[in-house]
């Protein structure tokens, strides 16, 4: 991040409110810094919390012109979809943003100056780039080292990729720094970079690295922390994601994990062949199973400590009956810490805070 | 590859027979074009199956002055350690062969071009280098297609990194076609590219394309061929490695896995935990479950089919000793198909072979 308090517009052009818009929608809820608006002119003028129920206040407007008036210093890319390239709507955008000297956040695979006619409007305005899954040149192949005695590492896992990870990494930070913790957030995807300000893509890294680049984010963090919540992705039942889910895992070698899941989905996201997810207790007896492997046998292996759910597309009721399912059904704490607020997040918090109580 | 019909001098300046040097041998056994000399000035003169077990014939020489006497037009860099780095000692070998227009094949991370010294050489003398690990620019995400209805994929898996599966598969191969079976092999590593022509190192991607990778070639492959041999990577139970396998294993969808282990390996390559390898059995298991994970209830699962040992280490009474305790142990046919030759090769491939009578 090139500045200390950013002024973020959003660009969502045509997409807001679409399944791809994590990133704004993360940013909506999670952010330390101001969003001035979000641009998609087909749902200007409205309220961002009309489409994805978080963002309240938050304008959406149709142009940069309008954004323009609200004076952000950064234009935020809003949205990410499988395989990673700028929308075409988005690039005259980002162009006139540049042009202009407004900075631009990419998280995306596809790099904005990388297209001729962004970086011309880029060399014209001045407008910097901030590419958020570049990852670091000097990365490390993992295993070699381990965090600092007595700090606690977490990973929320998924049923599936895009199911709340983030989301949930968030919400037991918050609420580990509400019962008094030193706690560190280690970003691992586009979105939770843009938040935090620092992190690694671990989706974006050359693959020989991807678990060394956990772990080096993971001992950092360590140093200056007893808890390290590291947010998840993809999912080790994902056919197209698993590599960077297990690199992950073993790369950032948890004491204990969260399993989220969504409720309302029951195939593996983007599978064309409509694979059907597993059920929550078969996921965690996976998530489990994956995570001996690196340790060697005397080592305590990390254990599932609670269920996460995500519910936002369901009624109160089903949410109620999700929750107890998902409980009885693992034998584990469950959770949906965005539905039930802090209410929610304390509880994985207390099931997480459990695990140093067992190992002290 | 640039070239139909290359002569090969392989470049291991101080570092032929040390344990990096698999591209030198794999080249040397495999290779179906001459390779002419091999450089190590600590080992000159010599005779490369001296200290490799493989190469008789070929001459180790101790300078690129005495290699360019048998008239090479490619050198192959011969060696990889963990991280991927240009050893010092190749720069200057490196920078005269570009500066007499010799063409280099480089499979480490590290782009010989990048070092501004090399470029410089290369734009003196006008030679080319072909980098064996830059991934294709417009790999998909994976999961998504499936090979050719009546192919059948086969995918070598290990109980750690460099234990020869990239050997066990190209002997597959040579045996399947003894066979009278139309094969084709999938390299994914950059000895195997470096011998085969073409493929994608899969640890080289962005490691959101790994699978994606996996399954564009394997699918290319299906089309020609009735077997697809795939060359495995890493291993499940490697905590640098593990997500580039599981993204292969998952990318390839194998119908049958053979499961290679290294009798004299006993901790996991490179770590300095000393990290003990799993038992053949366990290890079976591990890859066997691992498989059903991308694949829906209904679906066959892949099975590892046969045990493949590298027992280049001991003696043949302990060889044959292993050999009796993984069929043992496992209840697969278990051979070494270098120690055995063309008999136990061919035990694999009757292995492998019937997994399409079981499922015609």
Known sequence: MTQTSPRVAILAEGLFAHETAK????????????????????????????HVGTGAGVPVVATLAEALEREPTVLLIGTASAGGRLPDAYRP???????????????????VLADPALAAAAARG??????????????PVGGNRRPREGAKVVLTVGTDAAVGKMTVALEIVAAL???????????????????????????????????????????????????VIVEGQGSLMHPGFSG????????????????????????????????PLRAVEEC?????????????????PARVVAIALNTSRTSEELARASLADAAHRSGLPAADPVREGAHGADRLAAAILAVAGASR
């Open 244 to 275: 960077v889910t297990l690199g992950l895992l073993h790369g950032s070698a948890p004491h204990a994990m969260v399993l989220c899941h969504d409720t309302m989905r029951h195939t593996v996201k983007g599978n064309e062949f409509g694979l």
């Open 284 to 300: 965690v007896g996976i998530y489990e199973a994956a995570a001996t492997w690196r340790h060697s046998p005397g080592h305590p």
């Open 177 to 227: 720094r509400r019962a008094g913790e030193r706690v560190a957030f280690v970003a691992t995807g586009q979105t939770g970079i843009a938040i935090a300000g620092s992190g690694i893509a671990v989706d974006a890294v050359v693959a020989d690295f991807i678990a060394g680049a956990a772990e080096r984010m993971v001992c950092d963090a360590a140093e200056e922390a007893d808890w």
């Open 23 to 50: 990133t704004a929608i993360g940013a909506l809820r999670y952010a330390p810094y101001p969003v001035v608006c979000v641009i998609d002119s087909t749902r200007a003028p409205s309220d961002a919390a009309e």
């Open 126 to 139: 001045g407008g910097p780039v901030w590419e958020l899954r570049e990852p670091p040149a000097d990365l």
């Open 93 to 111: 955008i980002l162009a006139e943003a540049l042009s202009r000297g407004l900075e631009v956040w990419n998280g995306l695979h596809e790099r």
